[in-house]
């Protein structure tokens, strides 16, 4: 049930804006399952989208420092100059790209920064662009902002990835954006320089259509995949491309609420006045922790990833061995999705039927005590989501019970 429809119950009326908008269904799964662990039930949540490391001592330290020298006043509105810097040499040092202090913007998540650009871009009935599976938020966002996502299915066969011709089927002249998310959530699925090249040759021939690309999981990629920006590949893009990422997931800093972008000045402007209009300027204290992030040792990234990707292919291992179950291997993040079609159509020991793949994680979370996401929750199914972003061996008895859960539909 959407917040409209539960909150108009009570005789409130809500804004017609969130009438086709719910709370996340990670988030619910999440709720859920985290009463029923305070019931005392052995529940294994794979549903969190964070890293289960710490911050870094050294970021941890900085922020410490922060406040000491009495950093805990309002800062500039999108970034302190100090942040905006790492940020630009962050992109000139990793990703081959040169951005001016104003070209830059910093706000309270990456979810913000979502929220800035397409508050300041979309009028009513303007069209984006979202290869399906996707982010769940992503196309919330867009309704609430007066907009219509246009989703476009992209299954494990073709890797989870948006063709060519795809993209150019669905552009129209109402198209403002196309939203791309490399490595993806859900899906795990990475577009290198010649997944991304086609389709950029599309958005080279409709100068109307601007790019909006999510990095946030550029750093957990594995196997050598070299993960590209698409400004880099294609500079004639950058005029019309808002490059979007944060220290969340990398730097395992989700708490401190801290995202970026690059773009252009008009662009950055625009969003700038919704920013001034809702929360104003991102924390200070967690921006000189963002600093030291970018500028501080990066040796640990390669050693998290390379603990990230045992535990991916132990579970694409495990879920693989289970008769009904396909997992592709991801190319980065750490989540699975994996299809379950040959599960459906089959019935639970105590005689539920199973027709959906909500169906199925529903079974899950109560018999094997295991919370998933549904692939519906991300636009495409027969698929389930798991976070492998959790201990060894919590993973191993979950998967043990999501195996023995299977087995014994008939």
Aim: glycine share 8%; net charge negative.
């Amino acid at each position: 049930m959407n917040i409209a429809s539960k909150v108009s119950e009570t005789g409130f009326k809500p804004a017609s804006r969130i009438a086709s908008v719910g709370v996340s269904r990670i988030l619910q799964i999440g709720a859920r399952a985290a009463a029923m662990k305070r019931e005392g039930l052995p529940v294994i949540i794979l549903g969190a989208g964070e890293p289960d490391f710490d911050t870094p001592a050294n970021v941890k330290e900085a922020a410490k420092a922060a406040i000491d020298r009495g950093d805990t006043k309002y800062t500039a509105l999108d970034g302190t100059p100090e942040l905006k810097k790492a940020i630009a040499d962050k992109f000139r040092r990793e990703n081959g790209v040169d951005y001016a202090l104003d070209e830059i913007t910093v706000a309270t998540g990456a979810k913000q920064i979502l929220f800035n650009a397409f508050m300041a871009t979309i009028d009513p009935g303007d069209e984006v662009i979202i290869p399906t599976p996707y982010w769940t938020s992503y196309s919330d966002i867009i309704e609430i902002c007066g907009g219509v996502p246009v989703l476009i299915p992209c299954n494990a066969e073709a890797g989870f990835r948006l063709e060519a011709d795809q993209l150019e089927k669905a552009i129209t002249p109402k198209t403002r954006w196309v939203l791309f998310n490399s490595p993806s959530n859900p899906s795990g699925a990475g577009y290198g320089e010649a997944d991304y090249r086609p389709l950029l040759e599309v958005l080279l021939r409709h100068p109307h259509v601007w790019l909006m690309v999510d990095d946030m999981y550029e750093h957990i990629v594995y196997d050598g995949f070299r993960f590209v920006t698409p400004v880099a590949l294609e500079p004639k893009l950058k005029e019309r491309a808002l490059t979007i990422n944060g220290v969340s997931k990398a730097y395992a800093m989700t708490g401190w609420r801290i995202g970026y972008a690059s773009g252009p000045r008009a662009l950055i402007k625009a969003m700038a006045v919704i920013q001034s209009q809702a929360t104003s300027c991102p924390c200070s204290v967690s921006q000189a922790a963002s600093v030291e992030a970018l500028n501080g040792p990066q040796d640990f990234l390669k050693e998290r990833q390379e603990s990230f990707r045992r535990r991916r292919d132990m579970v694409v291992s495990a879920l693989n061995a289970i008769p009904g179950i396909d997992c592709r291997t991801p190319e980065g993040a750490f989540y699975t999705f994996a299809g379950c079609a040959g599960l459906l159509g089959k019935t639970t020991p105590a005689g539920k039927y199973i027709g959906t793949d909500s169906d199925f994680t529903d079974h899950l979370l109560e018999e094997a005590h295991v919370a998933v996401v549904p692939g519906s929750a991300f636009g495409l199914s027969p698929y389930f989501r798991i976070s492998y972003a959790t201990g060894v061996p919590e993973l191993e008895e979950a998967l043990r019970r999501i195996s023995a859960v299977c087995v014994a539909l008939g």
